[in-house]
């Protein structure tokens, strides 16, 4: 099997230098989709960038780009943030391309996962969406995809996120490993439940049933596509660790 996978990428304009010094994040600026969404949370609870922004306490902004250069364009955008205290996330999200697309290569307007790369500015190393009930060779129908399909031919471009990283000019990218984040979650699973890292805590099979409670955090998946909210705590974590300066295991600084 193929892995998918999903950086989370971070970017500040000023060298960093390895790390970031303690006290200098003052913004935190998010951008991506239903990973990252704080309107339209996908792990049913509270996502990782509000828990994030509560931990370090930086001021937070989550938008899409376009919403972004616009508030650059008109002004609107607050004059705190600066090249030197923001620190800017990217993490889009294979299904950008759609269910279908992904599940039976006919993608929006031809798109492929290929596009969605490049959409990221080939930023890259993905979430294992292989281990997503979804995604998985034993996936079972879900309410995103319910038609056959074939979860073992899938394929993706390779990762030039550290070609690209050289060319940005006085800006410090850092890659956040999800991937590898994700395939050692067990040991940051806690609820009162038996840890479970294949199902998911909404599940419809096809009937759907709801696990509630401190139960939930049990779960790596809140359903068959997004992350639980136990799960986007522990990004929220390690992403503050980066805010505060501290080392964190999960994040390579690449410029």
């Not at 696990?211 to 998946?221: A, F, I, K, Q």
Request: with cysteine.
């Amino acid at each position: 099997m193929r892995t998918f996978t999903l950086s989370l990428i971070l970017v500040l304009a000023a060298p960093a230098l390895g790390a970031l010094a303690p006290g200098q994040i003052a913004n935190l600026v998010t951008f991506g989709d239903s990973y990252t969404d704080v309107v339209n949370i996908g792990d049913g609870g509270v996502a990782w960038p509000r828990t994030l922004w509560t931990t370090p306490a930086p001021k937070g902004s989550l938008s899409q780009l376009p919403a972004y250069f616009a508030e650059v364009d008109n002004g609107t955008l607050p004059a705190d943030v600066t090249a030197d205290n923001t620190l800017y996330t990217l993490w889009i999200g294979t299904n950008d391309v759609g269910a279908n697309a992904l599940l039976t290569g006919q993608g929006i307007d031809g798109a492929t996962i290929v596009d969605t790369v490049g959409c990221a500015v080939d930023w890259v190393q993905m979430i294992p969406l292989e281990t997503a009930p979804m995604y998985s060779p034993n996936a079972y129908p879900t309410k995103f995809y319910t038609a056959p399909k074939n979860a073992t031919e899938w394929s993706i471009a390779e990762l030039l996120l550290k070609q690209l990283a050289p060319s940005l000019e006085g800006a410090s990218v850092g890659e956040f490993g999800p991937c590898r984040l994700v395939l050692h979650l067990l040991a940051y699973l806690n609820g009162t439940a038996p840890l479970n890292v294949t199902g998911a805590a909404f599940a419809c099979v096809p009937t759907c049933t709801t696990v509630e409670g401190t139960d939930r955090d049990s779960y790596l998946w809140y359903d068959e596509l997004h992350p639980s909210e136990q799960a986007d705590r522990v990004v929220a974590e390690q992403v503050a660790q980066v805010i505060l300066g501290e080392e964190n295991q999960w994040t390579t600084w690449l410029s």
